[in-house]
């Protein structure tokens, strides 16, 4: 779940994930937006994650416990990852009690939601214009 009103676009997270997949091969599954409207006069980022299109790219595996790394970069810990189907979970919590809202995605359901408030009239684009950003070889 990404908290919308906790992010400020520092892009630690889209770094963490450019570092670990590039150790892998891999194109980066993380990029921090950011969303603006006429209708408010305010600002917002939204990461989009690798899970709105697949699974992780860096490799993580939730059966080995921990946190993936764009989670544990985020300085506003405005990112979190659990099990959408635990309502004992903060995650499956916060999308039981319908305060976060399915993101843009490619896969069969949403595995990336939002929480928080977007600037007013303001949308998401589809995943696929956003992701992925492709690999440079260093």
């Not at 892009?11 to 194109?27: I, K, P």
Request: proline share 11%; hydrophobic share 35%.
């Amino acid at each position: 779940v990404v908290d919308v009103d906790r992010c400020f676009g520092c892009d630690a997270c889209a770094l963490a994930c450019r570092v670990a997949t590039n150790a892998r091969g891999e194109d980066s599954w993380c990029h921090v937006l950011q969303v603006e409207s006429r209708d408010d006069d305010r600002i917002a980022w939204i990461p989009y994650v690798c899970t709105q299109a697949r699974d992780p790219a860096c490799g993580f595996d939730p059966a080995r416990g921990g946190q993936p790394p764009c989670v544990r970069a985020c300085l506003a810990g405005a990112l979190a990852f659990g099990d959408l189907d635990d309502p004992s979970s903060p995650v499956g919590r916060a999308i039981a009690e319908g305060r976060a809202r399915p993101m843009p995605h490619t896969t069969e359901v949403p595995r990336a939601y939002y929480a928080g408030n977007l600037p007013r009239g303001a949308e998401l684009p589809p995943v696929e214009e956003v992701l992925p950003r492709k690999r440079l070889p260093i």
